[in-house]
């Protein structure tokens, strides 16, 4: 079992930025994909950014541009920038798990992040 735990969300205007932090407590951080999902109110869970063991990374359209995600190994962290914030981006921040080799999959319990003037 791997408890992720985010934090680094809260509320901003448009066009300013925050950074989002998730920790793995986990001695094989290593060995995880991690990916950043977003839910906002009414919609689906949809990816928003992921970083593989090797650091290869891939954007949902929508951000491309404004979030870089990053890892830290000797953390155990994996970080989300974001800039140039929209209001469309407000919604329920998720931190994803998943080992390469079992597939098995952890979700941390979300952050809220709220994009408004």
């Known amino acids: 079992q791997v408890q992720l735990v985010e934090s680094g969300g809260g509320l901003v205007q448009p066009g300013g930025s925050l950074r989002l932090s998730c920790e793995a407590y986990?001695?094989?951080?290593?060995?995880?994909?991690m990916a950043w999902y977003r839910q906002a109110p009414g919609k689906q869970r949809e990816l928003v950014a992921i970083?593989?063991?090797?650091?290869?990374?891939n954007y949902a359209d929508s951000v491309k541009g404004r979030f870089t995600i990053s890892r830290d190994n000797a953390k155990s962290t994996v970080y989300l920038q974001m800039n140039s914030l929209k209001p469309d981006d407000t919604a329920v921040y998720h931190c994803?798990?998943?080992?390469?080799?079992?597939?098995?999959?952890?979700w941390g319990q979300g952050t809220q992040v709220t994009v408004s003037s």
């Open positions: 986990t001695s094989t951080f290593s060995w995880y994909a």
């Open positions: 970083i593989t063991p090797g650091s290869s990374t």
């Open positions: 994803n798990a998943r080992h390469m080799a079992n597939q098995n999959d952890y």
